[in-house]
């Protein structure tokens, strides 16, 4: 009973490897094509520090880019951006859609937006005070995020 324990173990193992794993590297060819035009277009003089690429069970590859400058991009399997963390630098501001871009600059005029997360329901927004904003898919403002 032991050994045929031990063999389900290694067996399953061995299964879930194939699933869940982290690769890292710096080569931007490992990342799909419109996630390396993303990079180009909006960071075009940044280098690429590091790329994790994320495979999960019974979920799609995702990546995490690392630039040198300490800028996190994180790509969904097709490549479109989910979450770009400028780490106290502003977003290019292309990224953002031009509402939240608007509402930002009308009602925080002395701040820059330094993070973006898209989600299937929202945009969340942190700027350079602090303060994290959340907006729905049209750009329109929801509420202020508060930490639990």
């Known amino acids: 009973m032991k050994k045929y324990v031990l063999l389900m173990f290694a067996m399953i193992m061995t299964v879930m490897s194939g699933y869940a794993f982290d690769k890292y590297s710096i080569n931007r060819d490992d990342l799909p094509e419109s996630a390396q035009q993303f990079l180009t277009t909006y960071f075009p003089k940044a280098k690429v520090g590091m790329i994790k ?63 973006i997360e898209k989600t299937s329901s929202k945009y969340e927004v942190g700027l350079s005070d ?8 049209l750009g329109q403002f929801k509420s202020v995020k508060m930490d639990d």
């Open 130 to 137: 602090d303060v994290e904003l959340i907006f729905n898919l």
């Open 53 to 115: 690429t994320d495979k999960h069970f019974l979920k799609k590859t995702d990546y995490d880019v690392k630039l040198v400058n300490g800028t996190k991009i994180e790509f969904n399997n097709s490549g479109k951006w989910t979450s770009v963390d400028c780490k106290g630098r502003e977003v290019p501001k292309d990224i953002i859609p031009r509402a939240i871009r608007n509402y930002v600059i009308k009602n925080f005029p002395d701040v820059k937006i330094v993070k």
